[in-house]
């Protein structure tokens, strides 16, 4: 098993950074490719951003592309979600997620979240 447990989350304001953690415990945290994910009221689950267990692959949809920037540190077991340039459509719950395949792969390959960290962006 693995426990994912996300922080950083809170109220900003539009054009804002925020800086979310993923601390990952349980097994081989260099085994697994991890993820962010969000989900806004009333809406699917949408991916935000993956990293490579070598932290080398990365991959982003074209929502965030250029402002959401995925990181890992592999000796603190930890993923990091680093955003600028924040928007109001932006606001979700955002979750770490962690799989054995790979970066571009469905939402139901993931096989380990997180309990979400609410991100609020005001206008």
């Known amino acids: 098993q693995v426990q994912l447990v996300e922080s950083g989350g809170g109220l900003v304001q539009a054009g804002d950074s925020l800086r979310l953690s993923c601390v990952s415990s349980g097994r081989t945290f260099t085994n697994y490719f991890m993820g962010w994910f969000r989900q806004a009221p009333g809406k699917e689950r949408e991916f935000v951003g993956a990293?490579?267990?070598?932290?080398?692959?990365?991959g982003y949809p074209d929502s965030v592309k250029g402002r959401f920037t995925i990181s890992r540190d592999n000796a603190k077991n930890t993923v990091y979600l680093q955003m600028n340039s924040l928007k109001p459509e932006d606001t979700a719950v955002y979750y770490c997620?962690?799989?054995?395949?790979?970066?571009?792969?469905?939402?139901?390959?993931?096989?380990?979240w997180g309990q979400g960290t609410q991100v609020t962006v005001s206008s």
């Open positions: 997620a962690a799989n054995l395949r790979g970066t571009q792969v469905p939402v139901s390959t993931w096989n380990y």
């Open positions: 990293i490579s267990w070598s932290g080398r692959s990365t």
